[in-house]
């Protein structure tokens, strides 16, 4: 049987996602909405950054109990990896969305409801969140809107300070910087992108399953390795973005998504067959996220699958094959 959303009235330390409110059942926006185009972090202009800076700091001066502020929407992600909810009916087993077959759909829909709060912060239906093109030579470093000044919403002083703007970028990151040179770096890390897309999704997680099954491979390189790159060495654990708990705290993190979302969208343009389960194990998984309105949203796997009805364009550079006759 399908994961259910959880119960938001039975929780662990640390979060506490607010219980007694009534979920709704997802639906799409409408049709007529217009599209939310995400633009590569390195290449905004200084019209978008005024525009995502802003967005970001009304959403950080939002009261913290106000599911839509920072503070409740970094929450959500630990809420969804740190033990907080047990599965509805197995008591003492926890809801894990990483290391298992939702890792993509459910940090989509995460990111899906985060820009829209951050839209309706500033009254812009067309606000789209930037991606960290870490699959590009020229994204292979930390993006620099992120990092430019200390003072801007996007800041965030648990980084690495050896990584920032211009280091290149290391996506097999395993605690220690490589001496090569730069350009070998960069081709290093284009064959790891050209590698992982084998066994995209992850494995199998239904009802009743010990959490992280294991990680698609995408999730280990480049996503895991990018996260533990980004976070701060001087903390205890990595923070932020180098742990689970601490993650989404960085703002970084929804460009460094943004791009994970990418591949996925990119991947399933052109295999489908290696992305999309039948398994309404799979398909019919829920898990609960606050909307622009702060209304409780269930939202299902299959939800998430239908790019165009969220409003998100397709991938300029990928066609998707045109679908078999009959
Ligand atoms: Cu939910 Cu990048 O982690």
Known sequence: APIQAPDLGHC????????GTVAVDF?????SSPLRVRPAAHLVDISYLTKYERAVSLMKKLPADDP????????????YCD???????FPGLEIQ???????FPWHRMYLYFHERILGKLIGDETFALPFWNWDAPAGMSFPAIYANCRLSSLYDPRRNQAHQPPFPLDLNYNGTDPTIPEDQLIDQNLKIMYRQAKLFMGHPYSAGDQPKPGAGTVEFVPHNTVHNWTGDPRQPNGEDMGMFYSAARDPVFFAHHGNVDRMWYIRRGLFPRDTDFADPDWLDASFLFYDEEARLVRVRVRDSLDEAA????????????APAAG
């Open 12 to 19: 662990h330390e640390p979060v506490d996602l607010r219980a």
């Open 27 to 31: 639906t799409p926006p409408p049709a």
């Open 68 to 79: 839509r502020s920072f503070k409740q929407q970094w929450r959500v992600h630990c809420a």
């Open 83 to 89: 033990g907080a909810y047990d599965q509805v009916g």
């Open 97 to 103: 969305i990483h290391s298992c077959w939702f890792f």
């Open 310 to 321: 969220l409003r998100r364009p397709r991938d300029p550079p990928v066609r998707r094959p």
